[in-house]
């Protein structure tokens, strides 16, 4: 039998709410990551990376998009997987560098399973909108015999290929779905519009915002204790074979990576 829940939020940047997808993981060795302000339903940023489940990589997605904006949630949210404690605790510090009054307190809310509600539905969304054409080539390669991710050299090649194309794709998604209104639903009472217009301007739409301005000392700080930028983790590909497969990209002429020119080029880089 199906129960209603109520999701609630007091305003914008009330909640930053994280969450991993972990359904091209195994299959192609591509991890994503996202994070929404569920009150306007506001993607803060949409992650492809070769893994989802480092605390150190999960935390830098937060301090990127912090000091891109200049600012930050009261509060972050995820699930409870330990791929989320440099965000907990990442967030924390910087609440308590502004606010001392703050110190032992968890900045923090952890969710059970299924309960981080606005990602999962973004997650079906992405599967709907974006998922089926990318899949279909992505499989090209896997059904050929091309691409197995368990092999070392293969997954090498795939990662530096196709991950920086994809996130180009993803960004562009992500923009699409903060510019663009959700179908009005007379069962929420939260504000309706575009994501971004309501994120620059909630006053217009009548809504609070509670957003934290950050200071770039906060940031650098959590950064070096948390995240420190020379971990491997932040390595499309280790340094030498970086070196040797750029030299060849530039040896076959530097072609676009595209939908119908992506295996061709890892097939003759590989």
Excluded at 84 to 108: E, K, M, V, Y
Excluded at 209 to 220: M, P, R, S
Aim: charged content about 25%; hydrophobic content about 40%; glycine content about 6%.
């Amino acid at each position: 039998r199906l129960h209603c829940k109520r999701f609630w939020a007091a305003g914008v940047n009330d909640i930053w709410a994280v969450d991993q997808h972990d359904k091209w993981k195994y299959k192609f060795g591509l991890a994503l990551h996202t994070d929404i302000d569920p009150f306007i339903g506001f993607t803060h940023w949409l992650k492809i990376w070769w893994t989802n489940s480092n605390p150190r990589l999960v935390l830098s997605y937060y301090l990127d998009e912090v000091e891109e904006q200049g600012y930050g949630p009261l509060v972050s949210q995820s699930d409870s997987g330990t791929e989320n404690f440099g965000l907990a605790n990442g967030h924390t510090l910087i609440r308590h560098f502004h606010d001392p009054s703050l110190r032992g307190t968890l900045q923090h809310r952890w969710m059970r399973e299924k309960k981080n509600v606005m990602p999962e539905i973004s997650w079906s969304q992405l599967r709907h909108r974006f998922t089926p054409g990318f899949e279909d080539i992505l499989d090209i390669g896997v059904n050929n015999g091309w691409y197995d991710p368990d092999i070392l050299l293969e997954a090498l090649v795939f990662h530096w290929v196709f991950i920086p194309w994809l996130q180009k794709e993803l960004d562009s998604y992500r923009e699409r779905v903060n510019n663009t209104a959700k179908c009005a639903d007379r069962n929420k009472v939260l504000p309706h519009g575009v994501p971004n217009n309501m994120a620059e301007h909630p006053g217009d739409y009548g809504v609070l915002d509670f957003k934290i301005k950050v200071e770039q000392e906060a940031i650098d700080m959590v950064r070096t204790l948390y995240a420190p930028p020379d971990h491997e983790v932040f390595q499309l590909v280790p340094p030498d074979f970086h070196a040797i497969i750029t030299q060849m990209y530039a040896e076959i002429g530097q072609p676009a990576v595209t939908r119908e020119s992506c295996w061709n080029i890892y097939l003759q880089l590989l």
